[in-house]
Nanobody, 122 residues
Framework: QVQLVESGGGLVQPGGSLRLSCAAS????????IGWFRQAPGKEREGVSC????????YYADSVKGRFTISRDNAKNTVYLQMNSLKPEDTAVYYC???????????????WGQGTQVTVSS
């Protein structure tokens, strides 16, 4: 059974850091691009970052560039999103998703995790 499981969310103060994990089971992450999306209450789900399968190229939304870092550990079948200098506007449910190529369009992705809540508040 193909499954993606996110973890690492929580409550953090502005300026703090969190590391999200996206662990895959039932398939090998090596062959997939992995995207991170987020959805805040009342807003559309938006792309945050993506890492390709072919050469490990990384992509970031302008809103997180310089603060977030995506990486993958193929040996652990896991992709990470390191989030630093967090802001209240980063508060959202964060999802990881898998597809052949990186895309900012959620409909392009075949597999999704259940999401993990990130709350940035003092």
């Amino acid at each position: 059974q193909v499954q993606l499981v996110e973890s690492g969310g929580g409550l953090v103060q502005p300026g703090g850091s969190l590391r999200l994990s996206c662990a895959a089971s039932g398939f090998t992450l090596d062959y997939y691009a992995i995207g991170w999306f987020r959805q805040a209450p009342g807003k559309e789900r938006e792309g945050v970052s993506c890492i390709s399968s072919s050469d490990g190229s990384t992509y970031y939304a302008d809103s997180v560039k310089g603060r977030f870092t995506i990486s993958r550990d193929n040996a652990k079948n896991t992709v990470y999103l390191q989030m630093n200098s967090l802001k209240p506007e980063d508060t959202a449910v964060y999802y990881c998703a898998a597809d052949w190529l990186c895309s900012w369009y959620r409909d392009e992705y075949d597999y999704w995790g259940q999401g993990t809540q990130v709350t940035v508040s003092s």
